[in-house]
């Protein structure tokens, strides 16, 4: 689990969402839900654990092959 500052395509949800979010260039996308906060962050909970999150990385989310957003892990 992470927090982060996000920025979305479009209006940014309002509710959780299940998405597939990638924490590294090199990495897999992994599903996870991502829960919007206050101030334009969101809450990361991926299903499985996941190495080497580390804060100033990105987090990409994605929905299939379309990228919905992201942002800076905090």
Excluded: C, N
Aim: charged share 20%; net charge neutral; no cysteine.
């Amino acid at each position: 689990m992470f927090r982060l500052s996000t920025g979305f395509a479009g209006e940014a949800p309002h509710e959780p969402l299940r998405l597939q979010v990638k924490t590294r260039s090199t990495g897999r996308e992994a599903w996870a839900l991502v829960t919007p906060l206050e101030g334009g962050r969101v809450e990361v909970r991926f299903d499985q654990p996941q190495r080497d999150i580390t804060p100033g990385q990105a987090a990409v989310f994605y929905a299939g092959e379309i990228v919905l957003g992201g942002g800076l892990i905090l």
